[in-house]
T-cell receptor, first 110, second 115 residues
Framework: QKEVEQNSGPLSVPEGAIASLNCTYSDRGSQSFFWYRQYSGKSPELIMFIYSNGDKEDGRFTAQLNKASQYVSLLIRDSQPSDSATYLCAGTGTASKLTFGTGTRLQVTL | DGGITQSPKYLFRKEGQNVTLSCEQNLNHDAMYWYRQDPGQGLRLIYYSQIVNDFQKGDIAEGYSVSREKKESFPLTVTSAQKNPTAFYLC??????????????FGSGTRLTVV
C-alpha cells in the first residue's frame, strides 16, 4: 500500500486561475510535508514545506495541512504557464527519509 | 555556492557492465540518498546513508551498491545484476537532526541508458 497518494492528472487550469493539488497519506506518524516541483527531464526542487495544521503562504503558493484527515494540499494562485510541471508531495517517514507520491502533472493553458 | 553535484549527466551502459554514478555535496549534510525515477513514475529509494561509513538498503536495492567513505561523497554502482537499469537517477542530501526534517536538496540527476 502506497503511503502517499496523489492523482496523476493531468490537471489542466487556465492561466490566471487557481490550481489545487491534493495529497493524502496513510502514516499518522508523519510530521512534516513537502511539495516539490519537477520540470520534465529535470530534478525536483523544493517549493514549500509544512508541519503544522492549517495554512502556510509563500507568494503565490499556499500549503494546507489537515492531520486529522491526513490530507495535504498546494494551492497556486494566478497560475502561469511556467507553473506547468509535475508536483511531488512527500511526507516524513522513518529515519529522516521522505516518502514521495507519484506526482500530479499540472498544465496551465493560455 | 553550496550544492549537490551529480556526474555524469548522461551515461550509457553495455550489457554485463558495472557503472558508477558520482554524487558530491558541499552542504555539510549528514544524510544522503539515491533514488530511481522511471518515466511517469515517482521516486523509488535505492540506498540511503545517515552517517559516514554506514548505509541502509531502500526499497529497490537489488543490483546496486554504494559506499560512504566521506561525508561529502555517496557514489552508486549499478551492477550487472540490475536487469533493467535504464532510468533517471537522483541523488539527494539532507540535514539529519534526528527529529526535524527540512527536506532534501537534489542533484541534477544522471540519465542511464542500456545500449
Amino acid at each position: 500500500q502506497k503511503e502517499v497518494e496523489q492523482n496523476s492528472g493531468p490537471l489542466s487550469v487556465p492561466e490566471g486561475a487557481i490550481a489545487s493539488l491534493n495529497c493524502t497519506y496513510s502514516d499518522r506518524g508523519s510530521q512534516s510535508f513537502f511539495w516539490y516541483r519537477q520540470y520534465s527531464g529535470k530534478s525536483p526542487e523544493l517549493i514549500m514545506f509544512i508541519y503544522s495544521n492549517g495554512d502556510k503562504e509563500d507568494g503565490r503558493f499556499t500549503a494546507q495541512l489537515n492531520k486529522a484527515s491526513q490530507y495535504v494540499s498546494l494551492l497556486i494562485r494566478d497560475s502561469q504557464p511556467s507553473d506547468s510541471a509535475t508536483y511531488l508531495c512527500a511526507g516524513t517517514g522513518t529515519a529522516s527519509k521522505l516518502t514521495f507520491g507519484t506526482g500530479t502533472r499540472l498544465q496551465v493553458t493560455l | 555556492d553550496g550544492g549537490i553535484t551529480q556526474s555524469p549527466k548522461y551515461l550509457f551502459r553495455k550489457e554485463g557492465q558495472n557503472v558508477t554514478l558520482s554524487c558530491e555535496q558541499n552542504l555539510n549534510h549528514d544524510a544522503m540518498y539515491w533514488y530511481r525515477q522511471d518515466p511517469g513514475q515517482g521516486l523509488r529509494l535505492i540506498y540511503y546513508s545517515q552517517i559516514v561509513n554506514d548505509f541502509q538498503k531502500g526499497d529497490i536495492a537489488e543490483g546496486y551498491s554504494v559506499s560512504r567513505e566521506k561525508k561529502e561523497s555517496f557514489p552508486l554502482t549499478v551492477t550487472s545484476a540490475q536487469k533493467n537499469p535504464t532510468a533517471f537517477y537522483l541523488c539527494a542530501s539532507s540535514i539529519n537532526s534526528g527529529t526535524e526534517n527540512y527536506g532534501y536538496t537534489f542533484g541534477s540527476g544522471t540519465r542511464l541508458t542500456v545500449v
